[in-house]
């Protein structure tokens, strides 16, 4: 992709994209460079956005109650990347526009594979392995599912999951999960933590031996 119209960057990172130096999304995220334009995401990957809650909060303050509206997004491209973040701002086109350039700027690069062992290796259309991530009270347990389980997730985790291409799993989730903002966050934590772990390198070969 061009570089952005009226987009001077600012960073290492951005300089890199703009010249050409970087054109994958995935050499910008291993590049070791810190992340924090959103408009570098947006010359070398398409993504789509998933507002998951929109609420009004309110606070004191000396000058009287001031209202903000608080948005909660993903974005994701279907196929291993997926971001999440939340946005305020004193109107709601606001918050939300502020919630998807924040989502980008927390992009990652989830391992799809079929960890289940009811399934056949070398599938990307799960996780590899089980993992858990938290948000307050809330936890939430992504376990890899055999091809055709589908999601058996509730709307929030299904929609993190969805955008960021897993297509079978199954979710567990503990704690106050009708809090919107907690069961989205600690969904995508469970991503992170998937990201972080480290796959045996035989289990990378033994998935390629047979997708091949």
């Known amino acids: 992709m061009s570089a952005g119209e009226g987009w001077q960057p600012q960073t290492r990172l951005g300089k890199q994209v703009a010249e050409g130096e970087i054109d994958d999304i995935d050499d910008a995220l291993n590049s070791g460079l ?91 259309h799960s996780l590899i392995r089980t993992s858990e991530g938290t948000a307050g009270s809330v936890q939430v347990e992504v376990r890899p599912a055999p091809r055709g389980l589908g999601l058996a997730a509730a709307e929030t985790p299904r929609h993190v999951l969805e955008l960021a291409g897993v297509e079978d799993a199954w979710t567990k989730s503990h704690g106050n999960t009708r809090t919107t903002v907690n069961l989205a966050k600690a969904t995508y934590n469970a991503l992170v933590n998937a990201a972080q772990a480290r796959v045996p390198e035989r289990v990378n070969e033994r998935q390629r031996e047979v997708s091949e």
């Open 34 to 124: 810190p992340l924090k334009e959103a408009e570098v995401v947006d010359q070398l990957v398409n993504l789509e956005d998933e507002v998951l809650d929109i609420n009004m909060v309110q606070r004191m303050t000396d000058s009287g109650r001031r209202v903000k509206f608080r948005c909660v997004v993903a974005v994701g491209n279907r196929d291993g990347l997926v971001g999440y973040a939340q946005g305020r701002d004193d109107q709601v086109g606001g918050a939300i526009e502020k919630a998807i350039d924040i989502a980008k700027l927390n992009l990652i690069r989830v391992p799809l594979g079929s960890g289940s062992w009811e399934d056949r290796p070398g599938g990307d």
